[in-house]
């Protein structure tokens, strides 16, 4: 009886030891595959060129942005999938206080994707006719633009949630005692 309870303990440490194998190299290969595809959860820098070191208000932004010590403009549009899912996060004014938000309507009215995702609040900008984006000479989003000192310092894309609120320069507190309940 022993003998047969060893060979089944064998047979079954060698069948987890095949199956642990084949599930490091499964993550391995999908590492592989996001990397050949650039789908990599890293932002990309945007180079600012002759717009680094000017005033914010310069380009339509808000002039309390000229006085800030450090804040981010994240540049959404309506219809990008990563933006909803980023605003998705952002739902209901959980704007962290470094953060601005500059919403900016390619199909349709932007008030309506502003409402869907409860984006009220005064540090939520609609650029509606583009005045801002074309000043910047942006034509992508999601982005985020730095501000130090009131000046323009550095850009990069948002490709996730979790990048979006590591680029915000006041670390984001989220409390549970402020949700409301169900």
């Known amino acids: ?3 047969v309870l060893l060979v089944v303990v064998c047979l079954l440490a ?11 190299e499964l993550f391995e290969q999908v590492r592989q595959i996001r ?9 990309t820098t945007v180079e ?14 808000p002039p309390v942005l000229d006085h800030a010590e450090q804040a981010m403009v994240l540049f959404v549009s309506d219809k990008c999938e990563t933006c909803r ?12 206080l470094s953060m601005w938000v500059v919403v900016v309507p390619v199909r ?9 995702f ?3 609040g005064e540090r939520v900008i609609l650029d509606d006719e583009e005045h801002i984006v074309g ?9 985020a633009l730095h501000i130090a000192e009131g000046k323009l310092t550095r850009a990069h894309t948002v490709p996730s949630v979790r990048q979006m609120y590591a680029a915000t320069p006041v670390p984001y507190q989220y409390s549970l005692a402020r949700k409301p309940s169900v």
């Open 85 to 96: 899912t980023l605003v998705s996060a952002l739902r209901g004014g959980a704007v962290p």
């Open 48 to 61: 600012l060129g002759t717009l680094e070191g000017a005033s914010p208000s310069r380009f339509g932004l």
């Open 14 to 24: 060698v069948v987890v030891f095949i199956q642990i194998g084949a599930q490091v």
């Open 135 to 143: 000043s910047l000479g942006l034509d992508l989003t999601p982005v």
């Open 35 to 43: 990397s050949y595809l650039d789908i990599e959860d890293k932002p």
């Open 118 to 120: 409860g984006l009220h």
């Open 108 to 116: 349709g009215d932007g008030n309506e994707f502003i409402n869907e």
């Open 1 to 3: 009886m022993t003998t």
